[in-house]
Every structure is written in C-alpha cells, then in structure tokens.
C-alpha cells in the first residue's frame, strides 16, 4: 500500500489527463531517464500522442514548481532522489508526460523483472485514483441532492410559519372582539 501511496503522489493531471513523468517512471523502474526515452524512441509507433506528448515549458515550470515544493514538504529518501536527479536535467528539455495507457504500453518494451512488478503497482495505483475520483463524484451528486432537498424544505417552512402567523392573528383578533367592554343595557 505504501508504494502505490507513492507512485500516487507521481500521478499529475496535465491537460485533463492523469499522467506520470519520464523521470518518475526511470526511478520507480530502477533505470535512467535516457534509457527509458531512448526505448520509447526505439518504440515509438507504440505510443500515439495519447499515451505520451511532450510538456510545454510552461507545463514543465509549473509541475517542477509542484514537484519541489511538495518533496520538500514530506522530506522523505526517495524524494530527494528524484529531486535531486532533476536537478541535473537540462532546463531547455522537457519531460515526457506518459498516461495510463502508455505507462501500459512501457511494460512491453521493459522486461525487466522490476519494471514488470512496478508497472503492475502503477496500474494499481492509477486504478485507486480513479475509485477516488468516482467517489468524489458521487458525494457531490449527493450533496447537490441535499441542497435540492432543503430548498424545498425551507420553502415548506416557510408556509408553515406563514400559517402559523396568520392562526396567531386570527387569534389575537378574535380575543380582542371577545373582550370588548359592551356597549348597551345591561342585565
């Protein structure tokens, strides 16, 4: 549980997709980032532009900003690894964003024990996502439901203090008829 923990905090939304980074994906593999792009090159009629695209600078500048902050907020060991190996990247490079069908896909052309074991914790990981996502949107189905619901309820107390208001005036006006001083002969 706590490496699909892990490969979660990987998981970024990027143009409405969930993806995983090159350099992510070479650390949990146990490989180098250029032996993983060159096998995606070697490989590429595998991966259409729905499963990998290239970050835009300013995408790359926003995640690395991301990325930084929140690595330095949990401080833990493997963290710092991957910060660290960024830190050597070349800035003018982007990374490849990859999505869960082509994080699928790397498990064909990495046949290492470890990238196999990993990829199967990836799918995992992107699998939870998606139940967390889908629960999400049932509470908010929920909770609009709830809203829906007690507007109609204010709108019926509404009518029953309107009710209760006018009972109370009939009330105090008929006590008022009743204890009229009476005019007239008396007994």
């Known amino acids: 549980?706590?490496?699909?923990?892990?490969?979660?905090?990987?998981?970024?939304?990027?143009?409405?997709?969930?993806?995983?980074?090159?350099?992510?994906?070479?650390?949990?593999?146990?490989?180098?980032?250029?032996?993983?792009?060159?096998?995606?090159?070697?490989?590429?009629?595998?991966?259409?532009?729905?499963?990998?695209?290239?970050?835009?600078?300013?995408?790359?500048?926003?995640?690395r900003s991301q990325t930084v902050t929140a690595y330095e907020s949990k401080n833990s060991l493997g963290s710092q690894n991957v910060t660290a190996s960024q830190s050597r990247r070349n800035t003018g490079i982007t990374p490849y964003a990859f999505t869960e069908q082509g994080v699928a896909m790397l498990s064909g052309i990495l046949n290492s024990d470890k990238a196999i074991s990993m990829?199967?914790?990836?799918?995992?990981?992107?699998?939870?996502?998606?139940?967390?996502?889908?629960?999400?949107?049932?509470?908010?189905?929920?909770?609009?439901?709830?809203?829906?619901?007690?507007?109609?309820?204010?709108?019926?107390?509404?009518?029953?203090?309107?009710?209760?208001?006018n009972l109370l005036d009939e009330k105090a006006a008929q006590r008022k008829w009743d204890e009229r001083e009476r005019i007239g002969f008396k007994k």
């Open 119 to 165: 990829n199967i914790a990836i799918m995992r990981a992107f699998v939870e996502v998606r139940k967390v996502l889908l629960q999400q949107s049932d509470i908010r189905e929920q909770l609009k439901l709830i809203k829906e619901r007690l507007g109609e309820h204010d709108a019926q107390l509404n009518q029953i203090y309107d009710a209760m208001e």
């Open 1 to 63: 549980m706590q490496v699909i923990q892990c490969i979660q905090n990987r998981i970024y939304e990027i143009r409405g997709e969930r993806v995983m980074l090159d350099f992510d994906l070479a650390a949990l593999y146990e490989v180098a980032t250029k032996v993983l792009n060159q096998a995606v090159k070697r490989n590429i009629k595998r991966f259409p532009k729905d499963f990998m695209f290239r970050l835009t600078l300013t995408e790359w500048q926003s995640i």
